[in-house]
Every structure is written in C-alpha cells, then in structure tokens.
C-alpha cells in the first residue's frame, strides 16, 4: 500500500484533512512516511543539508557549552550535579549526539560522568540505530529514550531541527476572511482546498495577533507551542536550547513572506508553492519529501517564557558558535605542517566546515539559536556572548 492509499482512505472516511494531519501522515507515519523510509535523510546520500553534516564541529561546539551550563548548576561552594540529564528530542540516528559525546569524554571527562542521556525519537527505525550510533557510549543512554521527552528533567533539553518539521496548519487570508487550507482527493489527485479555519487555529492566531492581508497565505504551528510548553513543564531545572530556522512574527507574517514557507527538499533541491500543476508540490507523491515551514520565534519565545523559564539569548548560529569556537580553540590554525587536527579533521576540511556553519548567508543566519533557562539565575554564556545578534 502507498501513503497516498492511506491519505484518501483518510478523506474518503473523514472528509478532507487539516493540512497539519496530512503533513503529519507525509513525515511520521509509522511505515510509509518520510521520516519512516528514508533511509538517509540529509547529507550528500539525502535529500537536505544540516549543520551536522559538516562534521563533527558541531558537537564539539556543543559540548563545550553543555559543559559550561553543567558546571553553572553547581550550588553555590558545592559540586555540579549528577547524574546531569542530556536530553535530544529529534534526535534522529543520534549522529549529533554522537558527536556531543565524543567531544564531552575527550575534553570535559567530569562533566561526561555525570552525564545521563536521553534521546527521544518518534521513527522506530532511527531509534533501534541508537545503540550503533552511540558506539562506546550507549551506556549513557538512559533506559526511558522513547518517543517522548521523560517526565522529569534536570539537566538540559535540545533539539537541532525540530519545530519546522513538526505538522503546521495552512492559513490564506481572501476577501471573505481568513480560510483554512484542508487536503482532498478529487479525480484521484490529492488537492487543496479552502475551508473553515478550526476553533484550535483560530484561537492560535488570536493569541499571537496573527494579521493578514488579502492574498497573503501564512503557516502556523500550534504542535510547536504545544511542544515548547510540554518541555519547559518537564524542565525542573536547568536549560532549553532550541535550533532551527525561523523568523520573528513582525516579519514571519509581512509582505516578504505573502506565499508562506512551506518548501519540500528532495535531492538537494527546494521546491516551493507555484502556479498551475506545480502549485503544491508537497501533495505529490506524499512520504517521499521532506516538509517544513519556517518557526515563529516570537511565539516560542511568548510560550516558553509564560511556562515559566527565562530566555538567556536570542542569536544567529553564526554568533552562537563564534562565541564558543573563540573560547573553545575551534579557530586556531594548525602549527605549519600539521596534516591534522585533534579531532582527525586535516585542516583544510576544518576550516571548511567552519565556513558551512558561520558565514552569514548559509546556515550560520538562516539559523537561531534560542536558550532558555529554569531556576538557574541569568547566567553570562559563552554562545550568547553577542547578545540577541539576530539578522
């Protein structure tokens, strides 16, 4: 059976589906969607490029900071805590947390002691590639690693990519008003089509002070809210680092975004909302493209700030991981005939990967990286040293 089986079963039974139910369908059946069967989701063999492809800097970089917060929780006069929760949602194979650990045994050895992992994953398959991917530290993984984040957490909560690819409801705004955009099956092809916007929707564009213009059609994303409140409720103390690409609402919801952001990857191409067949290339052939939209940061921040936690910074990936690497010694340049570097990068490919996660333009400004803290005062970190830097 194929997805698009399933789908217009689906419509068939219920009448057409939210957006935000088919999207769900697209990416996270259990069997025939796309986070289900692709077997490679990003890098040269997949369909999209993230900051962890370009090698294990990421993790290094990451390590360092975790580390720092590590050591920032120690009472006044006392020790850091242990055991220290690590929790990655979306953790995918767990390739960054992988490289999160290496870097942590290699450089931070007390802090990988007291290190409790937790890696939370919704695929099946990508979660029974934990243990492998992990190599000599599966026995940090905590038992709980599921597919939900544990119910108690005292340490730090992360995620790289996360909110864009959870389900978003479409939005236009026409002359009648404001319309939902639903998924239907007409002559064997899956369309879309206008309806009412569902009391949920209404109610989040309500409390976000969502305006459109005529014309303008927008994405929003109740399942992120929803996510960001869970996870700072099960946050006891310590810190939420989020990183993912999105802009603030005042210009998320403006004339520069009028056709939304909804984009479908598919072998290193993007493809977009046009006119004619191609108007919505995400219906065809569901389950084998990515999907995303774009956050709303303003509305992650509102929510994570009304559950309670502090936002500590607000900055590109750029200024982010440039904080860290100057402390860190991530942009030193190797002694002259160096052939490679400590983490088994030849210089060359070093500085390269520096360049895909830091030059403006790429990942390092199409990415934020927001941090939130619980309890644990307003610590100075090392990737918020710029401030809120945000372009």
């Known amino acids: 059976m194929e997805l698009r089986d399933v789908i217009t079963g689906r419509i068939r039974d219920a009448g057409p589906l939210p957006f935000a139910a088919f999207m769900?369908?697209?990416?996270?059946?259990?069997?025939?969607?796309?986070?289900?069967?692709?077997?490679?989701?990003?890098?040269?063999?997949?369909?999209?490029?993230?900051?962890?492809?370009?090698?294990?800097?990421?993790?290094?970089?990451?390590?360092?900071?975790?580390?720092?917060?590590?050591?920032?929780?120690?009472?006044?006069?006392?020790?850091?805590?242990?055991?220290?929760?690590?929790?990655?949602?979306?953790?995918?194979?767990?390739?960054?947390?992988r490289g999160v650990l290496d870097h942590a045994a290699a450089d931070h050895a007390a802090f990988y002691r007291a290190l409790r992992l937790t890696l939370v994953e919704r695929s099946p398959a990508a979660r029974a590639a934990?243990?492998?991917?992990?190599?000599?530290?599966?026995?940090?993984?905590?038992?709980?690693?599921?597919?939900?984040?544990?119910?108690?957490?005292?340490?730090?909560?992360?995620?790289?990519?996360?909110?864009?690819?959870?389900?978003v409801h479409s939005l236009v705004m026409t002359a009648a008003g404001l319309r939902e955009v639903y998924v239907d099956s007409r002559d064997g092809r899956l369309v879309e089509s206008p309806g009412p916007v569902s009391p949920a929707v209404r109610a989040h564009v309500e409390r976000f002070g969502i305006r459109l213009e005529p014309g303008w059609r927008t994405e929003v994303c109740p399942a992120a809210v929803r996510w960001v409140a869970d996870a700072a409720r099960r946050l006891e103390r310590g810190y939420l680092l989020l990183i993912d690409y999105g802009h603030e609402a005042h210009e998320l919801y403006s004339s520069t975004h009028a056709r939304g952001t909804l984009a479908c990857y598919r072998r290193h191409r993007v493809e977009v909302a046009g006119d004619g067949p191609a108007a919505a290339p995400w219906l065809e052939e569901p389950g084998a493209r990515d999907i995303t939209a774009h956050v709303d940061l303003t509305a992650v921040r509102a929510t994570a700030e009304a559950a309670g936690l502090q936002t500590l910074g607000m900055v590109d990936q750029t200024y982010f991981l440039l904080g860290l690497a100057a402390e860190n010694g991530a942009l030193y340049e190797p002694e002259h005939g160096a052939s490679e570097t400590d983490d088994g990068l030849d210089p060359i490919r070093r500085r390269l990967a520096l360049k895909t996660l830091l030059v403006p333009g790429g990942l390092g400004s199409t990415h934020k990286v927001l941090i939130f803290g619980k309890r644990v005062g307003t610590p100075r970190l090392r990737g918020c040293s710029f401030s809120r830097r945000m372009t």
Request: negative net charge; glycine residues 12%.
């Open 24 to 97: 769900d369908l697209a990416l996270y059946h259990p069997e025939l969607g796309y986070y289900a069967r692709a077997r490679r989701r990003s890098g040269a063999a997949g369909d999209f490029f993230t900051s962890v492809d370009a090698g294990p800097l990421l993790g290094e970089l990451l390590a360092a900071q975790f580390a720092e917060m590590w050591r920032l929780a120690a009472p006044d006069g006392g020790e850091p805590p242990a055991p220290f929760d690590l929790v990655e949602a979306g953790a995918g194979s767990g390739r960054l947390a």
């Open 130 to 167: 934990h243990g492998v991917t992990l190599g000599p530290h599966a026995d940090r993984l905590a038992p709980q690693s599921g597919d939900a984040l544990p119910a108690r957490v005292e340490g730090i909560i992360y995620a790289n990519e996360l909110l864009d690819a959870l389900p």
